[in-house]
């Protein structure tokens, strides 16, 4: 009988994970991009990630669906790690004497800049989250997991998903309503926004729900 591709993921089948990648390489890039707003560090947690999977591929269940969800809590990890790396560089860099810098605008993404510009915005939206509010609206709104699939991702029970994604929408929304661009008091909720048991955000691409 043909092993399934789950058993051959955990088996270390190469052509299996060249597979995986090739399915499930730009929703991981573009979840760590919305985590972290930045394409270069985007690259790094891609790599890292499928790097990881493939060190914990005998986790793998023999039986299931989709390995995206998976694969995004392993991103999400990468994420938080790749993130905690930066910020003791940052510190080192921060500790050393100070030299004058010009700019080197030829390293401008100039294709980049709207999605940037977007980007930018909705940041500052969600830096007004939690970190664990902010990976819920990852997860459940950009990567469209439902809330079984995002509490399996972060090993968290579903209430906690829930709740969490109640606590973002909340200030998301007191946040649209204290924005000067909501106009009259009255938040414009913009492309891609949602309300119910969705957070309200932009949706920055549209991905294939695999």
Request: proline content about 5%; aromatic content about 6%.
């Amino acid at each position: 009988m043909e092993m399934s591709v789950r058993a051959r993921i955990r088996a270390g089948d190469s052509d299996a994970f060249g597979s995986l990648f090739d399915d499930y390489a730009r929703a991981v890039h573009h979840h760590a991009f919305r985590l972290t707003g930045d394409w270069s560090v985007a690259e790094d947690v891609l790599s890292l990630t499928f790097l990881e999977a493939w060190r914990l591929r005998g986790s793998v269940d023999p039986d299931g669906g989709s390995l995206r969800p998976w694969l995004l809590g392993i991103a999400t990890n990468v994420a938080r790690n790749t993130r905690r790396a930066a910020r003791r560089h940052e510190a080192a860099v921060n500790r050393l004497p100070r030299e004058e810098v010009s700019p080197d605008f030829a390293d401008d993404l100039v294709g980049r800049i709207d999605d940037a510009g977007r980007v930018a915005a909705l940041r500052t939206a969600l830096a007004r989250l939690r970190r664990p509010e902010r990976e819920v609206v990852a997860l459940c709104v950009w990567s469209g997991l439902d809330y079984a699939a995002a509490a399996k991702a972060l090993g968290i029970p579903v209430g906690t998903v829930r709740s969490r994604l109640s606590r973002a929408r909340k200030k998301l929304h007191q946040h649209a309503q204290a924005s000067p661009l909501a106009g009259n008091g009255n938040p414009d909720p913009g492309p891609g926004q949602t309300d119910g048991d969705r957070v309200p955000a932009v949706r920055l691409t549209q991905e294939e729900t695999r």
